[in-house]
């Protein structure tokens, strides 16, 4: 079965700083990726996704992805961050071939401090 | 515009009720799921529907219903049996046969 592990569970960064928030995933074949940003009280927006091709993936607000497969991860990154992106991250996980079922980490809290 | 919309936005459950949660959407999607969200566990799978009539448990369905009678629509049933049922509740869809999923706002039900 897949799973995703993120690691860290609250991060802070200084507004204008850079982030990277880890997720490492457990998959068979090359797995389906995703990452989701989730404001307080409110739903999941999709940030960003990699199915294949290129393994930098670009998304939405200025984030980006890495896929290594080597290193099983699925980082996402974002040069310098504003006090908008303080928010809850998820990771997922899909399987493919039409398998619509997704896994999810347990989340990461970003809090920015000014 | 096109979305999902899950109503209500709060919802309070008496002791030995069901309570039913409201997720429509206007996508044309065929695939819908239901979440459930607590702190630090992130999403849940609890039942989803990849067709009309038809829905399978994910893994935590023990204590919840669901129903899949029109495409737009995916109701959830919060049942009795459901013993602790404070939760954040999230419904999402997606095109048959793709993985990427959208959600809706969510729905927080409480228990009085």
């Known amino acids: 079965a897949q799973s995703v592990t993120q690691p860290d569970i609250h991060i802070t960064v200084s507004e204008g700083a850079s982030l990277e928030l880890r997720c490492n995933y457990s998959?068979?074949?090359?797995?389906?990726l995703f990452w989701y940003v989730q404001s307080p009280g409110q739903g999941l927006q999709l940030l960003l996704k990699?199915?294949?091709?290129?393994?930098l993936v670009q998304g939405i607000k200025g984030f980006e992805a890495e896929f290594k497969r080597s290193q099983s991860s699925f980082n996402l990154r974002k040069p310098s961050v504003h006090w908008s992106d303080a928010a809850e991250y998820f990771c997922?996980?899909?399987?493919?071939?039409?398998?619509?079922?997704?896994?999810f980490g347990t989340g990461t809290r970003l809090t920015i401090i000014p | 515009d096109g979305g999902i919309t899950q109503s209500p936005k709060y919802l309070f459950r008496k002791e030995g009720q069901n309570v039913t949660l409201s997720c429509e959407q206007n996508l044309n999607h065929d695939a819908m799921y239901w979440y459930r969200q607590d702190p630090g566990q992130g999403l849940r799978l609890i039942y989803y529907s990849q067709i009309v009539n038809d829905f399978q448990k994910g893994d935590i369905a023990e204590g919840y219903s669901v129903s899949r009678e029109k495409k737009e629509s995916f109701p959830l049933t919060v049942t009795s049996a459901q013993k602790n049922p404070t939760a954040f509740y999230l419904c999402a869809s997606s095109i048959s046969g793709q993985e990427t999923q959208y959600f809706g706002p969510g729905t927080r039900l409480l228990v009085l």
């Open positions: 998959y068979g074949a090359t797995p389906y």
């Open positions: 990699y199915f294949s091709g290129d393994t």
């Open positions: 997922a996980v899909g399987q493919g071939f039409g398998n619509e079922k997704l896994t």
